[in-house]
């Protein structure tokens, strides 16, 4: 049976709960380039691009060079300390397989580079379920600005009051509900009372099903 909806992914904190890798990450990189790692930049680690993180915790602008320099060096670093632990969010794949066999378009909006998608998606065998993927490289301007949603909405093709978007940061979820989709939040990098307001909660995925889905329409 068709249904008449589309779901796009995150990746970071939705595909895989990896917040505290990406934290030990920023922290060693900022460690060799002379930078204390302190509760502000840590909060301000997730949603936003690579270039939006690295001006902000260097505290200047940078090339293009710099930012591709830096960002492999930091974003290595993340897949070493990741690589033997990483394994999809509870309930994921069983997930996306259900919403295969029904036919619902799915895509992935990231804000993370190729090279993590790929390291992400090939570990977590999860791919094949994805129509669509957009990451960093696919807009000017990161979450909490709603473009990356927005080209992600259109691709689908079922318009932003058909689509829903799950997300696990502040950042995302002001990207998801600007670009006027409805909005699910996993509790895998924050408490659910250090979120905004949204259309559902969830802790993974083993309970969402097509009529919990269809119910947020």
Request: aromatic fraction near 10%; charged fraction near 25%; avoid cysteine.
């Amino acid at each position: 049976m068709f249904q008449n909806f589309a779901v796009i992914f995150d990746m970071d904190g939705v595909i895989v709960d990896n917040s505290s890798f990406h934290v030990r990450a920023w922290n060693l990189f900022l460690q060799s380039k002379g930078v204390i790692f302190n509760e502000d930049m840590k909060r301000k680690v997730f949603g936003s691009t690579n270039r939006e993180h690295l001006e902000f915790f260097l505290k200047r602008k940078l090339s293009d060079l710099q930012v591709q320099e830096y960002e492999n060096e930091k974003e290595q670093i993340y897949r070493n300390l990741y690589e033997s632990e990483i394994k999809p969010v509870r309930g994921l794949v069983s997930f996306l397989t259900l919403l295969t066999e029904n036919n619902i378009p799915v895509a992935l909006a990231t804000s993370a580079p190729k090279v993590n998608i790929d390291f992400v998606l090939e570990k977590t065998g999860t791919l094949k379920f994805f129509h669509r993927i957009f990451d960093a490289s696919s807009v000017l301007k990161g979450k909490p600005d709603p473009e990356i949603y927005h080209k992600a909405i259109d691709s689908l093709g079922m318009g932003p009051g058909r689509t829903i978007i799950i997300e696990d940061s502040v950042n995302g979820i002001h990207a998801a509900q600007a670009a006027g989709a409805k909005v699910i939040a996993i509790t895998t990098t924050h408490q659910a009372d250090e979120l905004p307001t949204v259309d559902l909660i969830i802790s993974d995925f083993e309970k969402l099903t097509i009529p919990v889905l269809r119910k947020l329409l």
